[in-house]
């Protein structure tokens, strides 16, 4: 998996190309430690994203919990691919995310 960063002020956009899975999330939950403190805005594309673990949704909810434990930001997700959006609406993380 790759991850592409691009800034924009506070607004932060991370898409990841690729896996999302056991192997590559620690590489995505270390790029969202290294944005979040200074991101009120944090975009993940996910267009170009092939496939999301169980690994995965664990590092998006605790991305998300951050932001809301913080009480200021928020975090969006963009450009969900049919698989991706059946794993969100079976694991019931389409009523926990901002998902445009």
Same mark, same amino acid.
Request: hydrophobic residues 45%; negative net charge.
């Given at each position: 998996? #790759? @991850? &592409? +960063?691009? !800034?924009?002020?506070?607004?932060? %956009?991370?898409?990841?190309?690729?896996?999302?899975? #056991? +192997?590559?999330?620690? /590489?995505?939950?270390?790029? @969202?430690?290294?944005?979040?403190?200074?991101?009120?805005?944090?975009?993940?594309? $996910?267009?170009?994203? &092939?496939?999301?673990?169980?690994?995965?949704?664990?590092?998006?909810?605790?991305?998300?919990? =951050? =932001?809301?434990?913080?009480?200021?930001? &928020?975090?969006?997700?963009?450009?969900?691919? !049919? #698989?991706? /959006?059946?794993? $969100? &609406?079976? +694991?019931? =993380?389409?009523?926990?995310? %901002?998902?445009?």
């Amino acid at each position: 998996m #790759t @991850i &592409e +960063t691009k !800034e924009n002020g506070k607004e932060i %956009t991370l898409l990841p190309a690729g896996r999302l899975d #056991t +192997t590559t999330a620690p /590489q995505l939950e270390a790029q @969202i430690n290294a944005v979040s403190e200074r991101a009120e805005r944090l975009i993940f594309d $996910f267009q170009e994203l &092939e496939y999301l673990s169980s690994a995965g949704l664990r590092v998006l909810l605790a991305a998300h919990k =951050f =932001f809301m434990k913080r009480g200021s930001g &928020e975090m969006i997700i963009r450009h969900v691919n !049919e #698989t991706i /959006q059946e794993v $969100f &609406e079976v +694991t019931g =993380f389409m009523d926990i995310f %901002t998902i445009e």
